[in-house]
């Protein structure tokens, strides 16, 4: 182990793909799903291999990888240059115990249906599984499950990056380490980079995707996790699997308060630490809580998206709380229908689905739960799509009000996060910030994290410059409760959300990672204007 790392030269010399600069080539692909108008390209190129990309990227003078373009920071919308498309870096293979070697553009519904076939899952995939492996590497993507498994990053074990100059870095988890007095080295075919980790002081919460990775004595391999593509191309990446899951059930709470709601996240959340840290087979094993607030049941309610689900909500009902439980390897909807039957008898025999409904009851939300039994994939699935229904319904609210009212009105959004102690407080402070501003709001999320996504529902312009106000207010407040106004979608080149990246970092951390993206990019090739600017 040492802080000095040799790149490569690709495995072959090669001409570069050739570049489509048909505008029908480029339809479709000059926006992401932030949907920020004025996405340009000179081009898009769909290299095959790691020396085309290499091919490609020395020879250009800007180059935007992209993946499936679910970005909503518009991350993956391009400004000018080249668009490096990597949907053509589709091989997986087995790499060892428990390891699986997938190229950039392995969609992780793609990557999950062949790990299924091997037995395997892997386990802190984002809410979207169309999303590619090279993207969510480069967002360290987290999703409704990161309160079991954690976020991308963790799970990555190798990457295949090329740089800005064409040369390729082979990196494994524990080989090169930032030294304390020099930082890193990266020796080039043109010179050697030199350059040290951030100085600033990341937040403990479980997901951050706020610019680039920092601590004293660094991996090397985390400054490329989450560096939004600013730093290299991933070509391929190398991630930890797990063993195919046992049994899971979902359930869907409806909670007559805000507070009783919170105060049930909070027990399961006490109960599944517990049981993970006294490897309980009879405990209470949370995975996910997905959370709705009573605004986002209006929006169902209105898009008809319950009835369209057979789901029925009750009309009394303030938070609404979507629960995925994983069960012993085996559990039969039977069985867990007998569970739930007996839980509160006396005598009722221990187990997760008994204590899951114990802790329900005492916090007088039993009668209001609704159970997808082990296998009932298509009741689980309804459960899911109610869940989507409230961000689809919000941001057809928001493209209808661009539509009718004001081009300029824009999703105004937050993703943010804070230890899960203080997350009462922040529920609270977004209400206040909203009402004082008379804003109409929506807020849903990953409640099991602390991490929740308030939106604006804007009646007009006025709205939005409010919301964008509201939002940086939130931010310095998170961050001073120790979270992060940057929980998992990143940065891109959200004007709003690069506000966020400086209020977190200040000037002076911003500053250190322009020195980081300028010795390893010194061209400032690659997603030019993604996290920051150039200056
Ligand atoms: C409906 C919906 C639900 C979502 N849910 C979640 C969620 O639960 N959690 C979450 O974290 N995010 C979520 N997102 C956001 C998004 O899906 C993630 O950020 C995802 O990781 C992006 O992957 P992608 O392949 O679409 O990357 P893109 O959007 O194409 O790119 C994102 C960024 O990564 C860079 N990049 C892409 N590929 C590479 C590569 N091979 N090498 C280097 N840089 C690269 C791009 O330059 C860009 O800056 C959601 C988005 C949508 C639309």
New binding site residues.
């Given amino acids: 182990m040492g802080h000095t790392i040799r790149a490569r030269p690709p495995r072959e010399q090669v001409a570069p793909p050739g570049i489509d600069r048909s505008p029908e080539a480029l339809a479709g692909r000059l926006e992401?799903?932030a949907h920020f108008p004025g996405g340009h390209a000179d081009g898009i190129a769909r290299p095959r291999t790691e020396s085309e990309v290499a091919a490609l990227v020395s020879t250009c003078a800007s180059v935007?990888?992209?993946?499936?373009?679910?970005?909503?920071?518009g991350?993956?919308t391009p400004a000018g240059g080249v668009l490096l498309s990597?949907d053509r870096?589709t091989a997986i293979e087995p790499a060892g115990p428990r390891r699986y070697r997938a190229g950039?553009?392995v969609?992780l519904d793609a990557l999950q249906s062949r790990l299924a076939a091997d037995g395997c899952w892997y386990a802190p995939a984002?809410?979207?599984t169309?999303?590619?492996?090279?993207?969510?590497?480069?967002?360290?993507?987290?999703?409704?499950a990161t309160f079991k498994y954690g976020?991308?990053r963790p799970w990555i074990e190798a990457l295949t990056?090329v740089l800005g100059c064409g040369d390729v870095l082979d990196l494994e988890r524990g080989a090169v380490h930032a030294d304390p007095a020099h930082g890193f080295e990266v020796v080039c075919a043109h010179g050697i980079r030199r350059f040290r980790p951030g100085r600033y002081v990341m937040p403990g919460v479980p997901?951050c995707?706020a610019g680039y990775y920092a601590a004293a004595e660094m991996d090397l391999i985390d400054l490329?996790i989450g560096?939004?593509?600013?730093l290299?191309?991933?070509?391929d990446l190398t991630v930890r699997v797990l063993p195919a899951p046992g049994a899971a059930a979902s359930a869907l709470i409806s909670c007559p308060t805000e507070s009783a709601g919170l105060a049930v996240v909070h027990a399961l959340r006490d109960a599944s630490q517990q049981t993970w840290a006294e490897k309980d087979p009879l405990g209470i094993d949370v995975s996910a809580i997905e959370h709705l607030d009573q605004r986002c049941l209006e929006v169902l309610r209105e898009d008809g998206v319950d009835r369209g689900q057979s789901v029925t909500i009750p009309g009394s009902t303030e938070l609404l709380l979507l629960v995925q439980l994983e069960l012993p390897a085996g559990t039969t909807a039977a069985m867990a229908y007998d569970a739930v039957a007996g839980a509160l008898e006396p005598g009722a025999p221990d187990g997760p689905l008994m204590r899951f409904c114990q802790v329900l009851a005492a916090h007088g939300v039993l009668d209001s739960t609704e159970l997808a039994a082990p296998g009932d994939s298509r009741r689980a699935h309804q459960f899911l799509m109610l869940r989507?229904g409230a961000?689809v319904g919000v941001n057809r609210r928001v493209g209808d009000a661009r539509r009718r009212i004001d081009d300029r009105i824009d999703k105004t959004a937050a993703d943010m996060i804070v230890p899960f102690d203080r997350f009462d407080d922040m529920m609270a402070m977004y209400r206040d910030g909203y009402a004082r501003r008379g804003l109409d709001y929506a807020i849903w999320g990953?409640i099991s994290d602390g991490n929740v996504h308030p939106n604006v529902i804007p009646r007009s312009y006025a709205d939005v410059v409010a919301g964008r106000e509201a939002i940086l207010e939130f931010g310095r407040e998170v961050v001073r409760m120790g979270g992060s106004p940057l929980a998992?979608?990143?940065v891109?080149r959200s004007s709003l959300k690069q506000a966020l990246l400086r209020l977190m970092y200040g000037d002076k951390g911003v500053e250190q990672m322009r020195a980081i993206k300028a010795a390893l990019d010194p061209d400032w090739k690659?997603?030019p204007g993604?996290l920051f600017a150039r200056q």
């Fill in positions: 992401d799903a935007l990888p992209i993946g499936a373009q679910s970005s909503v920071t991350g993956a990597t870096l950039a553009g969609p984002p809410t979207y169309g999303a590619f492996v090279g993207g969510v590497a480069a967002t360290n993507a987290a999703g409704a976020a991308t990056v997901k995707s490329f560096a939004e593509g600013t290299g191309v991933i070509v989507e961000p990953h998992e979608h990143g891109g690659l997603a993604v």
